[in-house]
C-alpha cells in the first residue's frame, strides 16, 4: 500500500441486477430497468435503428452478468496463482491484461 492508497475512494455499486429490457413500443424508446425496479437506462439515440438501439440495450443489461464474469475470471488468474501459467503464453497474457483493465474501467479502480 502506498501512501496515496487511502485516498482513493471506492466506485459507488452499480444498480443491483437483474437488469431488463424493456422493448421499445409505440413512442416509447426501448430502456433498462434495474433490479430495484428503477430505470437505469433510456436508449435514445436518433440516429440508429431500433434493431441496433435494441441490441445496445441487450449488451447494457448483460453489464452486471459481465462484471461478475470478469471477477471470476481475475480471481482465478490473480488469487488462486494461474498468472505464472501465462508469462510463456502472449495471447493468454493479453486476455489477462483486458480482464484486469476492463475490470478497473468498470469499477473505477487504478490499473
Known sequence: ???TDHHIKPAPAHTPGPWEVIPA??????????GDHCRIALLDDCHAAESEREANARLIAAAPDLLQA???????LLQRNAWHTLQFHDSKRKAADQIIATLAKATGRPV
Open 1 to 3: 500500500m502506498t501512501d
Open 25 to 34: 413500443r409505440g413512442n416509447m424508446l426501448p430502456h433498462l430497468m434495474g
Open 70 to 76: 470478469l471477477k471470476i475470471a481475475e480471481y482465478w
